[in-house]
């Protein structure tokens, strides 16, 4: 494979980018730097280094996104953008895609993957993985809202719901609730049934991740290796 490709399916630059970081002798093949890009390298035996760190082959890819609002939680959308859109481009021809979903106006961390088996222990009903999010509404919640959230709702179209964690600011028209399941519009037909209605909600924590502040609204990073293997643990 040539190296300026593999650093591509790796996400770490595009062929063009790794071509440039190579005449800044960022790019080493064997502990030698390498001027050349279109050279072959074996992912199994060469050692690649890029900016001095280690590269490596991962069948799969594992991406945190800051999802903005207008974006739909997709690969593909007749009408509007898609979360995918939103990766490098060498990483959108590796197919993944969005685990789980967050509304077109809701923002926040996404993890974006083509681990299929991973994606389906984590959203599973039985993994019970926790999802915390930051939330403003229209009106202050009423006093024992966080009794009834750890209690169980109950919606209006009799959907029971698995008990939730309510945490309110002090004026209590904000705060973070945090929820084990992802039904259809859950936090806002939750809020509904308290007659509020939610102004705004960004994921903050998706299992053991937590929305890198450093990452600015719109911008995707690669998980770290600690990050993917909290993951696994948390399903474990």
């Given at each position: 494979?040539?190296i ?6 790796c ?26 890009v ?15 760190q280690?590269?490596?082959?991962q069948p ?15 690969t593909?959308d007749?009408?509007y ?10 990483v959108?021809?590796?197919n993944?895609?969005p685990?789980?979903?967050l509304?077109?106006d809701?923002?926040g ?15 599973a009903?039985?993994?019970?993985v ?8 229209a009106e202050p919640?009423?006093?024992?809202a966080?009794?009834?959230f ?14 939730a964690?309510?945490r309110?600011?002090e004026?209590?028209s904000?705060g973070?609730?945090?929820v ?22 960004e ?5 053991p991740l ?13 998980l ?6 909290q993951?696994?643990s948390?399903?474990?």
């Open positions: 494979m040539r300026d490709r593999f650093l591509s399916e996400g770490m630059a595009t062929r063009k980018e790794a071509g440039m970081a190579a005449k800044r002798g960022q790019v080493w093949l064997n502990g030698a730097p390498v001027r050349d279109s050279r072959h390298m074996d992912p199994d035996t060469d050692r690649l280094t890029f900016g001095g280690p590269v490596l082959w799969f890819v594992y991406f945190m996104l800051n999802k903005p609002e207008g974006y739909v939680s997709a593909e007749g009408r953008p898609v979360v995918t859109e939103l990766l490098p481009e060498a959108q021809k590796r993944p895609f685990c789980g979903r509304d077109r809701t923002v961390l996404m993890l974006l993957t083509n681990d299929g088996p991973l994606a389906h222990r984590l959203l009903p039985r993994g019970r926790s999802k915390s999010y930051r939330f403003t509404c919640l009423p006093e024992g966080e009794a009834l750890a209690a169980g709702m109950t919606l209006g179209d009799g959907t029971r719901l698995l008990p964690t309510l309110c600011a004026d209590r904000a973070v609730v945090e084990t399941e992802g039904k259809y519009h859950q936090i806002k037909r939750m809020f509904g049934a308290l007659s509020n209605k939610i102004t705004f909600l994921r903050v924590s998706f299992g937590r929305l890198d502040p450093a990452l600015p609204r719109g911008a995707c990073r690669p770290t290796e600690q990050e993917i293997q993951l696994h948390c399903l474990s």
